[in-house]
T-cell receptor, first 117, second 109 residues
Framework: GAVVSQHPSWVICKSGTSVKIECRSL??????MFWYRQFPKQSLMLMAT?????????EQGVEKDKFLINHASLTLSTLTVTSAHPEDSSFYIC?????????????FGNGTRLTVT | SQQGEEDPQALSIQEGENATMNCSYK?????LQWYRQNSGRGLVHLIL?????REKHSGRLRVTLDTSKKSSSLLITASRAADTASYFC?????????FGAGTILRVKS
């Protein structure tokens, strides 16, 4: 159980275009979803926390107008990278939980490799 | 800086040997979690140890927690080539779960 599906697994886009990444909880209702960014051989950097039906909470330094997060249902959250630039190329990972996140494991998607040309 | 720091940064061992990774953190916690990440994939939860626990086992994994030293260790016994991955500790910090820098483990067959 507790499967999180992330799509697409990789995407290549041209500079200036927008890309949407989906994160779905397949067998549970995700009250909270997290979006992370990971650079090669580095740790995960939390970008934002999204709760179903409310606005996402962004970490300091993360541009909310550039990284649009929507958590419209208990099973789906989306991250849209708007007007992408080469420096946005990275590995993006979502995670979800159906409980108080601090006391239970997070379930991760398999990540999305974004390459902006 | 990161709430959790890990060492070593990288570890290379032969199949069958044990691997030990350490994690230190800065503030009081109610639990500490360990995750594994295979190259280019998401993270998989391994073990959650609560602040009132000192040791926890799961198969070939053994996790210890020393709250007085604010440190934890992950021991993988009888390692296998399939254990090759990055391993991260994570601790709740404020309203988020913060991950350490990770240890890259390579198990040679």
């Amino acid at each position: 159980g507790a499967v999180v599906s992330q799509h697409p697994s990789w995407v290549i886009c041209k500079s200036g275009t927008s890309v949407k990444i989906e994160c779905r909880s397949l067998d549970f209702q995700a009250t909270t979803m997290f979006w992370y960014r990971q650079f090669p051989k580095q740790s995960l950097m939390l970008m934002a926390t999204s709760n179903e039906g409310s606005k996402a909470t962004y970490e300091q330094g993360v541009e909310k107008d550039k990284f649009l997060i929507n958590h419209a249902s208990l099973t789906l959250s989306t991250l849209t990278v708007t007007s992408a630039h080469p420096e946005d190329s990275s590995f993006y990972i979502c995670s979800a939980t159906d409980r108080h996140w601090g006391n239970s494991p997070l379930h991760f998607g398999n990540g999305t490799r974004l390459t902006v040309t | 800086s990161q709430q959790g720091e890990e060492d070593p940064q990288a570890l290379s061992i032969q199949e069958g040997e044990n691997a030990t990774m350490n994690c230190s953190y800065k503030t009081s916690i109610n639990n500490l979690q360990w995750y594994r990440q295979n190259s280019g994939r998401g993270l998989v939860h391994l073990i959650l140890i609560r602040s009132n626990e000192r040791e926890k086992h799961s198969g070939r994994l053994r996790v210890t927690l020393d709250t007085s030293k604010k440190s934890s260790s992950l021991l993988i016994t009888a390692s296998r080539a399939a254990d090759t991955a990055s391993y991260f500790c994570a601790t709740p910090y404020g309203n988020k779960l913060v991950f350490g820098a990770g240890t890259i483990l390579r198990v040679k067959s």
